[in-house]
């Protein structure tokens, strides 16, 4: 069975910081594709950055880098130079393709002034 | 980017009464869609995955008589919540897979529908 694991349920950083959220994933399916959301108050869901199982770099996207170690199955996200706005909560999923995500419990990111 | 939108944002209902949640992806087609549902402070969990010209499959524990969900055409899904009683206020969620982006992953998600049952 699929299973994604956000071993922290809430993080602090300070404005302008790194910070880094962990996500582990179980899948017996090579071919997998992870994903990072991040959901503000408004609910929407807000796609920040994708891995593909297969994908030889890791990816990034602006301040978004993805730190896909596909031995130890963990894709954490690494937030650099956080900013005010970033507050929010963080979820990482999982998808095999065509079908559902799974989602991981999410993680609450405060960035403090 | 794809865009997904949902009617209504938000909608206040009577215990008893059903409401309908719409589901449209704006330029894309999407013989797939997906409704989650999002309970406060937790994480989006799958409803049902909603076919177009087919019946839905439905999770485990999730009342199909009670969640109905129709996807009449390749833009627009919708899931009714029939005889809604408080606990069924949630945050619903769709998302559809775009049919050009064969061998891609992403899928894009609506804005959601907050749901108050009273």
């Known amino acids: 069975a699929q299973k994604i694991t956000q071993t922290q349920p809430g993080m602090f950083v300070q404005e302008k910081e790194a910070v880094t959220l962990d996500c582990t994933y179980d899948t017996s399916d090579p071919s997998y594709g992870l994903f990072w959301y991040k959901q503000p108050s408004s609910g929407e869901m807000i796609f920040l950055i994708y891995q593909g199982s297969y994908d030889q770099q890791n990816a990034t996207e602006g301040r978004y880098s993805l730190n896909f170690q596909k031995a130890r199955k963990s894709a954490n996200l690494v937030i650099s130079a956080s900013q005010l706005g970033d507050s929010a909560m963080y979820f990482c999923?999982?998808?095999?393709?065509?079908?559902?995500?799974?989602f991981g419990p999410g993680t609450r990111l405060s960035v403090l002034p | 980017g794809a865009v997904v939108s949902q009617h209504p944002s938000w909608v206040i209902c009577k215990s008893g009464t059903s409401v309908k949640i719409e589901c449209r992806s704006l330029d894309f087609q999407a013989t797939t869609m997906f409704w989650y549902r999002q309970f406060p402070k937790q994480s989006l969990m799958l409803m049902a995955t909603s076919n177009e010209g087919s019946k839905a499959t439905y999770e485990q524990g999730v009342e199909k008589d009670k969640f109905l969900i129709n996807h009449a055409s390749l833009t627009l899904s919708t899931l009714t919540v029939t005889s809604a009683h408080p606990e069924d206020s949630s945050f619903y969620i769709c998302?559809?897979?775009?049919?050009?982006?064969?061998?891609?992953?992403?899928?894009?998600f609506g804005p959601g529908t907050r749901l108050t049952v009273l």
């Open positions: 998302s559809a897979r775009d049919d050009e982006a064969s061998g891609s992953s992403e899928q894009f």
């Open positions: 999923a999982m998808t095999h393709y065509g079908q559902n995500f799974v």
